[in-house]
C-alpha cells in the first residue's frame, strides 16, 4: 500500500514496471556516479507474486537499484516496529520471506531497503493517527525502533512511507524534526534514508 509495487489505484505491480525498467537499463546505468536511482517495492500481501517477476523479468534486477521491503508498520503504541500483515486475518510476514527478498536483493546488486508504512491489508486505510503515534509522540523511540531493525535484518537503510488523506501541515514540524533525527542516526551507521510522497488523491 503506497507504493509504486501495491495495490493502490496510483499504482503497479512488478510485473507492469518490467517494460519501463527495461527500458532504464538500456538507456542508462542506474546506480552509476550521476546514474539514476531506480527503486521498486514489494508489498507483504504480494511476496509470492513479485518475487516470481523479479524471476521471470531480469531486466528489473538490472534497472533496479534499491528495493524496498514493504513488511514493517508502526507498533500500535507508536514506539517501535512490527511485521505487516501478509493478508486480513493478520498473518505477519516470516523471518523467512524478509531472507529471501533481501537475498535475491544482495544477489542482483540491488539495495534492501525497511519500508514501514501506515497501511495493512486489516484496516485498508491510510491511518495518519497510526502514523502520528510514531513520528510525533515518540519520534526517540520510533526512529531508535527502525534503526535497530535495519541492523538486525541487515538492511541498507529505511524507506518511510507515511501517507494520510488530507490536510496535515499542522503536523509538518513535526515530521520534519523526526526525518532529521531519523536521518542523522542512519548516517552514522553508514544508511539510508528515503522518503516516499505521493500526491492525494491520486488518478
Known sequence: MGTSISASICRQIL?????????AAASAQPGA????????WVPAYGIDASMKALTAAPAIGQAMTRLGLQFWNPSNDGRGVVLAPVDATGKPVTAASVKQVTQWARAHGVQPLLTVYNNSQVIN?????????????????????L?????????DGVDLDLEGEGDFSADRAAYAAFVHQLSAALRAKGRLL???????PCD
Open 194 to 200: 528515503t522518503i516516499d510522497s505521493f500526491h492525494s
Open 33 to 40: 556516479p550521476g546514474g539514476p536511482q531506480v527503486m521498486g
Open 125 to 145: 486505510r491510510w491511518d495518519w493517527p497510526w502514523a502520528r503515534r510514531a513520528f510525533a509522540e515518540h519520534p526517540a523511540e520510533f526512529a531508535a525502533a
Open 15 to 23: 510485473p507492469a514496471v518490467a517494460a519501463g525498467l527495461a527500458a
Open 147 to 155: 534503526v535497530a531493525a535495519v541492523d538486525k535484518w541487515d538492511l
